[in-house]
């Protein structure tokens, strides 16, 4: 008989074990939110647990044992409805878009509802990566996921690995002084068609890249400056299809004469900025009497390091009724006392001159010159994604919502 004796009592004694486990494990499920069916697999718990036993009598004392083993339980099935699962997707992507890039990559995580609505694209209409060093499937990622405005200059992009051949949604992509392969920007600039602003600037480009510029007709403001690479066929095909541009940078590329010819000859006549400095002995008085004649509307014009343009070009340049800003920098063949004939210009309201005025003259010039501020922008805007003087993160004035931050 005394064997017998704690035989009877190991019933008990499993369910006080049992219970303290579970009631442990309850209170540890309860501090944890509830990630929806793929992390909390109620049916396979419920399915697989063993039926709940009868409570057999206790000695005195124990009455207690079996209502903290219970009272988890209640708790739960109150708090159910609570449960993340059970909210619509609308209303978890209006969560998702207070997130920062950081919390909702992590949270594409969580489970497989959870990683198709972070990668929503209406989540991912503007996407800032500057100080993100080395970009690879990274960038096809984002792009495929329907991002519409893309800033990522100074960046190494290796392979984006596009896993199919769909078209691309963006339309406003700085790629400015990128360290990337021709052959990955052609794989990039293949699937665009919907590009309004676009900046490559300082990157060595192709011929083919310009033929899928022109396929992107409702392109507005581009910017290649310092660019080279491509023949001055692609780049007068390229500015016959953007019929609709109305910012230009094209400075400083290595360019022929054939293509600045290329330029005057084929330029829509909806440009209203234009930048084409720094082609010296590429750019005649004719070149720029056909850029004059073609855009009529011309607002801002920088022709500076234009040592071909003489004080015969003023003429040409009082038949631009909006003028308003214009660079001659370093324009050596004008006489600094012909700068006092732009006071026939009374809608011009900036005017560079750096270099050809001595900063002692300069009070001079700008007394006869009251209407006209003198030397007041070193550095051109035309068509760049982000201004100089400018030290917020905008592309083309346009602010992006997920921001990397390293």
């Known amino acids: 008989m005394?064997?017998?004796?704690?035989?009877?009592?190991?019933?008990?004694?499993?369910?006080?074990?049992?219970?303290?486990?579970?009631c442990m494990s309850q209170t540890k499920r309860k501090e944890r939110p509830c990630y929806g069916e793929e992390n909390t697999p109620h049916e396979l718990i419920q399915h697989w647990s063993p039926p709940h036993k009868q409570p057999r009598p206790c000695g005195k004392g124990k009455e207690n044992a079996f209502v903290l083993a219970r009272r988890p339980r209640k708790s739960r099935d109150s708090t159910a409805g609570l449960c993340w699962d059970s909210l619509p997707d609308e209303l978890l992507l209006g969560i998702f878009s207070r997130l920062s890039?950081?919390?909702?990559?992590?949270?594409?995580r969580v489970c497989k509802r959870w990683h198709r609505l972070a990668f929503d694209e209406s989540l991912w209409h503007s996407v800032d990566l500057v100080g993100k060093a080395q970009l690879d499937a990274e960038l096809g990622q984002v792009l495929t996921a329907g991002v519409l405005r893309l800033r990522s200059p100074h960046v190494c992009i290796g392979q984006p690995g596009f896993k199919n051949a769909d078209l691309l949604r963006v339309q406003h992509m700085d790629l400015s002084s990128c360290t990337v392969q021709t052959s990955v920007l052609e794989d990039i600039l293949s699937r665009c068609r919907r590009l309004q602003n676009f900046s490559l600037e300082g990157l060595i480009l192709s011929d083919s890249i310009l033929h899928s510029l022109a396929q992107n007709v409702e392109l507005i403001r581009l910017n290649l400056c310092g660019c080279a690479g491509f023949s001055h066929e692609s780049l007068a095909e390229m500015l016959q299809s953007c019929t609709q541009l109305e910012e230009l940078n094209v400075s400083w590329c290595d360019f022929s004469s054939q293509h600045v010819q290329a330029i005057a000859t084929n330029i829509p006549s909806s440009v209203t900025q234009l930048n084409i400095s720094g082609y010296r002995q590429n750019m005649t008085m004719e070149y720029m009497k056909n850029l004059v004649e073609r855009c009529s509307n011309l607002t801002n014009l920088d022709l500076s390091d234009s040592v071909l343009v003489t004080t015969d070009s003023f003429p040409f340049l009082q038949q631009l009724p909006s003028l308003r800003h214009l660079a001659l920098s370093r324009c050596y063949q004008i006489h600094p006392a012909a700068l006092i004939h732009f006071e026939k210009f009374e809608k011009l309201q900036t005017l560079e001159v750096f270099g050809l005025i001595q900063d002692s003259y300069l009070p001079i010039l700008s007394k006869g010159l009251p209407h006209i501020q003198i030397n007041t922008q070193p550095f051109s805007s035309v068509a760049r994604p982000t201004s100089a003087t400018r030290k917020d993160r905008t592309i083309w004035g346009m602010h992006c919502r997920l921001v990397y931050k390293p």
């Open 2 to 22: 005394a064997v017998e004796r704690p035989l009877q009592e190991l019933p008990c004694l499993n369910e006080n074990l049992e219970g303290s486990l579970l």
């Open 101 to 108: 890039l950081q919390d909702l990559l992590r949270t594409s």
